[in-house]
Each structure stands twice: as C-alpha cells, then as structure tokens.
C-alpha cells in the first residue's frame, strides 16, 4: 500500500536481497515501485529499520530500476538503527519513504561532470554515473575512495583518464561496464588504488584541462565534511562549478522539524536550510564560502 505526502511516497518495501561486504557494509534491494519510478541521483528515502524502532534512517540511493521497481541501497552498520536494519531478510518488509530531497542537475552546458564519491558517498555517484551512460553530450569521469574495503567489484580500468597517477589502475566494474571511467584511492593500501585522497585524482585530471574546457566542467561531490570543504577548495581554485551533497541527522525528513539545518551564504546573507528538503545537494560555496 501507498500514501502520498505531495511528491513524497511511504510504501512498504519488499526486501528483495541484502547482501554484506567487508568494512560493515551492505547493499539493500527493496521493491518500492512508486520511489523507483520517481527517484534520481542525489536523493535520499527515509527508512524505519525494524518494526521496534519507530525513528527512520535516511539513506542514499545508489540505483534503481524504474520498470521492475527495484531500488537499491548501500550503507554501513554503525549505530542501533543500521545495527537492526542488517538483520533484515528477504521476503520481509520495511517502511520507506521517498524519493526526498534535491537532486544532481547536470544540465547542457556542462560537458565534463566530474564525480567524486568518499565512503557512504559512493551510492549518490553510482546512480549519477548510470543516468549519465547514455548522454551523448557528456564525458564523465568518477572518482570513489574508501578507508576500508570497496562495497563492489573492481579491476584494471581499460578506460582511459589522462593525467592520473600511474598507480591507480582500478576501477568500479558496474561503471567499467557502462562505459564511464572511474579510479580509486585509498589510505588503507587497497589493491589499484591511488595512496591518497579522491581529490587528489580529481584535481589531476581537471588541473590538463585547458580554461575553455573548465568552463564546461562540473564537481558533483558526496562524502565526509573534509572531502567536500577538499571538492569546494578544488572547484574554486580551478574555475569549476562545484555542487556538494551533505549528511545531517534527521527526524522528520520531510522539512516540519527543522532538525537538519544548516547555515549557508545566501546571495542575500547568511540563511539557514534545511538539508532534508531544501538540500541535500547545494551549491558548494554556500556551504564553504571562500575564507
């Protein structure tokens, strides 16, 4: 059954397969057919983890499969919430509310998207890798770190991206696949990954680019507050649009709580936004204004 709260769904999501990797990670796939037809890259669904526990946890989406209504989760166990939701089997059902939230854009005058994903900032970028495989107007490039084990398969990238350190030779096979170059970089010694940070890479395949071509680049950045104040640095120091997407905690998710607020430069001065609704993409230097 289905109710909906304007352009919000709350469905009872069949779990459909849950399947755990190294580093207390999981990968989740739930049919939620109304949230499978609507979503797109950059948001979230708000998910009630087991019947006992009544507060939901939001999620980022990685995929979806609009036509069998398929979406698909990734996250890591960390607190009581994820804790009760890696119990959850096949065959049983959560409550899930989606698609929420603002989403990547990447419009006609951007020609080189740039995407960079850290830890549980992964997912956002592997659903904006997927929509953007067939669009011929675009050539983009992925960049995904991680301090423990990649949550998928990997192997030698057979795509090229210039200017890279030799040493990152990896890539994620899903965007392999399709055809959209991606490296890796780690601090934890992962094999074909780069020794260092995932702006690292992304600034050695921008920085080649000649001015003209910078001009139709675009940063879309998810991970840890570092790495995106890193992603808002590089984007303003290059000339290159940057947009970031932030985690806060949540109650509502829906915009009534204000719980998830956070300040940001407003071309009329300082404002404070919701990340569940106005969010959770936003212009980088709204969100880390030049010093």
Do not use: N
Not at 33 to 58: D, K, S, V, W
């Amino acid at each position: 059954m289905t109710r909906r709260e304007a352009s919000i769904f709350v469905e009872d999501a069949e779990v459909l397969a849950h399947r755990a990797w190294p580093g207390e990670q999981f990968e989740l796939r739930v049919r939620a057919p109304e949230t499978a037809a609507r979503a797109r890259p950059g948001q979230f669904a708000h998910l009630r983890c087991a019947p006992e526990l009544p507060m939901r946890r939001p999620l980022s989406i990685q995929r979806v499969e609009p036509e069998a209504g398929v979406v698909e989760f990734l996250y890591k166990r960390l607190g009581h919430g994820t804790r009760l939701l890696a119990r959850r089997e096949p065959g049983e059902a959560l409550s899930l509310m989606g698609p929420i939230g603002q989403p990547f854009r990447v419009d006609e005058a951007v020609h080189y998207p740039v995407l960079i994903g850290g830890g549980v900032g992964i997912p956002p970028m592997v659903f904006l890798a997927e929509t953007l495989k067939d669009r011929s107007d675009v050539a983009p490039a992925a960049f995904l770190g991680s301090e423990v084990p990649f949550p998928f398969e990997t192997r030698p990238s057979e795509l090229e991206l210039p200017g890279l350190p030799t040493e990152a030779t990896h890539a994620d096979a899903r965007l392999e696949d399709w055809g959209v170059p991606s490296r890796l970089a780690s601090l934890a010694g992962l094999p074909g990954a780069y020794e260092g940070y995932v702006t690292d890479l992304a600034r050695a395949y921008l920085e080649p680019l000649a001015p003209a071509e910078r001009r139709r680049a675009a940063i879309f950045a998810v991970g840890p507050e570092p790495m995106l104040a890193a992603a808002a640095r590089l984007g303003r120091e290059l000339g290159v649009a940057t947009w970031v997407s932030l985690e806060e905690y949540m109650a509502c998710a829906v915009g009534g709580c204000a719980g998830c607020t956070v300040r940001v430069e407003e071309p009329t001065g300082p404002a404070m936004r919701r990340v569940c609704v106005d969010g959770p993409v936003f212009p980088a230097e709204r969100v880390f204004p030049e010093p």
